[in-house]
């Protein structure tokens, strides 16, 4: 099973920099969840970064506008989304929009994916 992070936030250094500036005068209307439970304003945060280091499973990470060019017919996702996916390649959805932007905390995404 491979499980893909898809952020709600676009690839390349001005973005990233964008993001930042968001992160830092507004982070309360930063439109990315799924970065903020994952990393701080500079750096990904420890506890992720072990969860992902320990994690025997297949994981990708891509930026939306990676995920829509590399996956074609992905139209009918929001962002940010956790998707899984077989050996057949299909795609479906693990963690949703709705439920990752609920999340409080990296601790609650850590607790609702599979371990192994």
Known sequence: MKITFIYN????????????????????????NLCSLTHGVFSEREEWKKYREESSLELEFLHKDEFEKIYKGTEQYTFPIILKSEEDGKYEVLVSTDQVNKLKDIGDLIKILPRS
């Not at 936030?9 to 990315?32: E, Q």
């Open 9 to 32: 936030a676009n690839s390349g250094k001005i973005n990233t920099w964008l993001d930042i500036g968001h992160k830092l005068i507004s982070p309360d209307t930063y439109s990315c």
